[in-house]
């Protein structure tokens, strides 16, 4: 089998005019497909440069496909079965910060880059304390931004042309807003001239984001058949749902610079991005990141089969519509019909979305997608959610990386792992309750205050080591009927 590169797939070339951060399923699936449709259809020359921001990993594999991949779109659209691939071609460069350093500060004096985008999970937009300014490359996303703005700065003179619009894609809250002052709190601790930080805020724009499609990759078993398929040896080609949704909230000249729109992508750009991020990270990411440890703990591996199992589904139209939904301030009808969406969007049977992908970083999604719907349950019912509840307690469960007999493969941060691992070393599941909640330095508070959440959590924990999760959940579900 042939394998995909520039050799043996004849595609054109694109000058670089974007910088990537990031290179994972998400951003192949949402970012690099828009603009190689953008490209095609609008007679664009956007080409992309691909930025590999953390040590571990080389992007070896894609380098050696010339930047190219596939993407596939499988599922539901309108009633209308969808299967379509498309080859993106619009990847110019690939470059790893961390033995290219240099490389990397050399496409800060590119004069067309004018468009910045990232995906560093929830976890990249932070300072780490160690970054300095003679690191090369420091530790920190925003840190290794800073360098490559005032590299730009420096190499323009300053010169407000030379700006960029800086599109994150982490799915947090203003993330453009948080990314800038991120980046000035990092030029500012290491001293640098006022003019700059000006220049930063003044001709430069931050714009904050909504993203949402759900792009599970192909899993490994599956990838011969797929490239058996494709009539190439595509290492990177992933797969995606047919929905997406990419709101841009800036000023009126983002959309009209890039007026990604216009390519027939449903993209919106707006003055105020709140309403659709709240409605999405509420329902679909908080529903997401609810099922990861009840769903894996109970033996399910995949989005699919857990929304089609009974007592799975039923614990998750409760989450939805007695613990999520009343929290939200938009028209009834408006978020009934985007939940019945969601859970049509888990059904997908072209999609196996593996509760282990979506388990990156469980620990920081959770605080950002669900701690604001249990903080207004309690507000509201003077108690805590037990449904959410009960995910919370078995997501401390799942990050003891074992359960009966089987290892758990943890992805996240090793200092979050080591904390919530040395929690159980407490002893009895009291004190393991009371260490999490009461971690004010993750959850911003101390949860361990909310009445009757520590012991809810404890008393959980302690019935997850002797039931199974299904028989638990059934209990929980009958009382919370028994109540309403």
């Not at 990847?91 to 240099?102: G, L, M, N, R, V």
């Not at 490389?103 to 067309?112: G, H, I, S, V």
């Not at 090369?136 to 931004?145: G, I, R």
């Not at 990092?186 to 949402?212: Q, Y």
Request: aromatic share 10%; with cysteine.
């Amino acid at each position: 089998m042939k394998k995909i590169n520039r050799e043996n797939v004849s595609v054109q070339t694109y000058p670089l005019r974007v910088l990537q951060f990031g290179g994972g399923n998400f951003l192949r699936g949402f970012v690099d497909y828009m603009l190689d449709i953008y490209n095609e259809k609008m007679d664009e020359q956007l080409g992309i440069g691909v930025v590999k921001v953390t040590p571990h990993g080389d992007y070896g594999d894609w380098k050696a496909q010339d930047g190219l991949y596939h993407v596939r779109t499988r599922g539901i659209k309108q009633s209308t079965l969808v299967k379509e691939t498309r080859l993106i071609a619009s990847i110019s460069k690939i470059i790893h910060a961390y033995p290219e350093w240099d490389d990397f500060l050399a496409t800060a004096r590119e004069p067309e880059i004018r468009y910045l985008f990232s995906n560093t999970t929830e976890s990249g937009l932070q300072l780490a304390d160690d970054d300095r300014w003679s690191d090369a490359p420091p530790t920190s996303f925003p840190a290794k931004l800073c360098r490559w703005l005032y590299e730009r700065y420096q190499h323009f003179d300053g010169n407000s042309d030379a700006g960029c619009i800086i599109i994150p894609c982490e799915l947090i809250e203003d993330n453009g807003q948080l990314l800038r002052l991120l980046v000035m709190r990092h030029a500012e601790g290491c001293g640098l001239p006022l003019d700059f930080i000006r220049w930063i805020v003044k001709s430069n724009i931050f714009c904050n984001t909504l993203v949402d499609r759900i792009i599970p990759g192909v899993s490994k078993d599956k990838l011969p058949e797929v490239c058996k398929e494709l009539g190439y040896e595509d290492l990177l080609v992933t797969e995606g749902e047919p929905y997406h949704i990419f709101v841009i909230e800036g000023p009126k000249v983002v959309g009209e610079q890039l007026p990604l729109d216009k390519a027939g992508l449903n993209v919106i750009f707006t003055e105020d991005s709140s309403p659709y991020r709240e409605r999405k990270v509420k329902i679909l990411n908080g529903s997401h990141t609810a099922l990861v440890p009840v769903a894996y703990l109970s033996g399910l591996r995949i989005v699919r089969d857990t929304v089609e199992d009974p007592i799975m589904s039923e614990f998750l139209n409760h989450l939805l519509w007695q613990e999520i939904l009343p929290a939200l301030d938009m028209p009834e009808t408006t978020l009934e019909d985007y939940a019945a969406g969601v859970i049509d969007r888990f059904k997908n049977p072209y999609i196996d979305h593996y509760w282990l992908t979506i388990s990156l970083n469980s620990f920081a999604k959770w605080k950002v997608r669900l701690l604001p719907s249990l903080l207004s349950y309690v507000e509201q019912h003077g108690e805590a959610p037990p449904l959410m509840s009960f995910s919370l307690a078995c997501l401390l469960r799942f990050y003891q990386g074992t359960y009966r007999g089987e290892e758990i493969a943890l992805n996240d941060e090793a200092p979050v792992i080591n904390r919530l691992q040395q929690a159980w070393q407490a002893g009895d599941t009291s004190a393991v309750a009371k260490k999490v909640l009461s971690w004010s330095e993750h959850w911003g508070q101390d949860l361990s205050k909310i009445p009757g959440l520590e012991d809810l959590i404890a008393g959980y924990l302690k019935r997850i080591e002797k039931e199974d999760i299904s028989v638990i959940v059934q209990e929980l579900l009958r009382d919370e009927q028994t109540t309403q």
